[in-house]
């Protein structure tokens, strides 16, 4: 689309999303884990950066009309989990970090807005880029005192009986002391339809009462635990868009959709980058989630009185900070890098074994050239070019000094080559952890002036609530 149109459509559909009033019958609600006010910024200054010229290029979604910011703490820690801040933003209520869909007294139950949605007979649906049991997901569905009780949760997914879910696959498919079976056996006894990928989505879904979707059966022996980062995407990856996309068109069916209907996508891997304070991969993320975000625009172009999109975050991640020193940014070297930093760890495992003692330095500095555009577009100084000479010979001699976050190991050559390309763009990080910094939250449609200005994370779900007509 030409972007003067795209901007003058936008305008348009803003006046109009302003003066709507309605209820918001079709609801969609999109969580960006870890995505904190400087990933959103970051994104779009590299986006500008990549047509050449300081400043930004906007997402789809940071146009729409209201905009505000939200504060993230739990009820019992200053920086919130996962876990904690998904059932605010599910719930409405302040819990213990690591209770999902529970008080902090780990004894009461809350429900969530998905819930109520089901109550009021709308169909529902849960979708996320990791496991459909892990917590921002489960916030929606699961009542349990510890966000590590992956198979007590796949239970909860199956009890609470939504009509959608998607994402990689449980984490915990199988337990021993489970009587019933795997979680697959149990969600086709209660009724889902499986299916493994996009196009099995489209070949079952007019035909299906409850749907399941997961990643195909490679990438899941591979990692079930999420879907691969978008830098690393493969033809036939599951995507988030496609996720989204299999969820409107399922809950929007005549004989589901008729009353109305609640989305959740959440965009998990934003997180798990920034874990990896691995910023080329972040933006990637962010920007794949703007792409769903305009499966479900797309969708409110057409039902504009009807339809509410709300954009947030459960927390920030990894204290990123653009700009380190000079007043300078060169977020356009990010585009050097081909795949994310836990891929390049994984890489350089294989070559290391393929190659073994014949790995040598020169061949090492030619994969870094490759996958990284050092000494080619990204210019290192002797320092930064000894840095991985030494975490090269470290690797070699069996003494690397690799690092490990909260979801992936990396040698210390990967880990270099991180650091390096962050100080190259003069991208900075605070920790390999959540921060308590401000996160956004931007709306469009029936109910979205609602979302405009200073909130706590636990008035979103309300509000939402409110513009649907539900009783949170």
């Avoid at 703007?290 to 009185?305: G, L």
Wanted: with cysteine; aromatic share 8%; proline share 2%.
């Amino acid at each position: 689309m030409n972007k003067r149109f795209f901007s003058l459509s936008m305008a348009f559909v803003m006046v109009m999303a302003l003066m709507s009033q309605g209820r918001a019958k079709y609801v969609f609600y999109f969580i960006g884990d870890g995505m904190g006010v400087n990933q959103v910024n970051g994104t779009e200054t590299y986006l500008g950066a990549l047509e050449g010229r300081i400043g930004v290029s906007p997402l789809t979604f940071t146009q729409f009309p209201a905009v505000g910011i939200v504060n993230t703490q739990s009820a019992t820690n200053g920086v919130t989990d996962s876990a904690a801040s998904g059932t605010a933003l599910a719930c409405g209520r302040k819990t213990k970090n690591g209770a999902l869909g529970m008080l902090a007294d780990l004894t009461t139950s809350i429900s969530s807005v998905a819930a109520k949605a089901k109550e009021a007979g709308m169909a529902v649906g849960v979708a996320t880029s990791v496991s459909v049991d892990h917590a921002t997901p489960a916030a929606f569905y699961a009542h349990v005192p510890e966000r590590g009780m992956y198979h007590r949760i796949g239970k909860d997914l199956i009890t609470a009986g939504f009509d959608f879910y998607a994402g990689a696959d449980f984490r915990n498919n199988e337990d021993k002391a489970d009587t019933l079976g795997t979680l697959h056996e149990q969600c086709g006894a209660a009724g889902y339809t499986l299916v493994r990928n996009y196009r099995e989505y489209q070949k079952k879904r007019r035909r299906a009462d409850k749907m399941l979707l997961l990643q195909g059966d490679k990438p899941s022996h591979g990692d079930r635990t999420c879907l691969p980062y978008a830098i690393d995407r493969q033809k036939d990856d599951l995507t988030l868009q496609q996720i989204t996309r299999a969820g409107l068109s399922f809950l929007a069916r005549e004989d589901k959709g008729k009353d109305g209907f609640f989305l959740m996508v959440e965009g998990g891997k934003i997180d798990y980058a920034c874990h990896s304070n691995d910023a080329a991969t972040v933006f990637k993320e962010v920007i794949d989630l703007d792409q769903a975000v305009r499966v479900a625009y797309e969708f409110y172009e057409q039902h504009p009185e009807e339809t509410l999109i709300v954009i947030t975050a459960d927390h920030e991640t990894g204290g990123i900070v653009l700009g380190r020193g000079p007043y300078e940014l060169h977020l356009d070297l990010l585009k050097y890098q081909k795949m994310s930093v836990e891929k390049y760890s994984a890489h350089l495992k294989e070559l290391s074994k393929k190659m073994g003692d014949t790995l040598t330095w020169e061949a090492v500095e030619a994969d870094l050239k490759e996958n990284w555009g050092f000494w080619q577009g990204v210019k290192l100084n002797d320092h930064q070019t000894n840095r991985l000479k030494k975490a090269y010979e470290a690797l070699m001699s069996g003494k690397d000094n690799g690092t490990k976050n909260l979801y992936a190991s990396l040698n210390g050559l990967s880990d270099a080559a991180r650091r390096t390309m962050a100080e190259c763009a003069l991208v900075g990080w605070q920790s390999g952890g959540h921060s308590n910094g401000y996160v956004p939250v931007f709306a469009i449609g029936a109910g979205s002036e609602k979302f405009a200005g200073m909130m706590d994370n636990t008035a979103i779900p309300a509000r939402i609530a409110e513009a649907a007509g539900l009783d949170l």
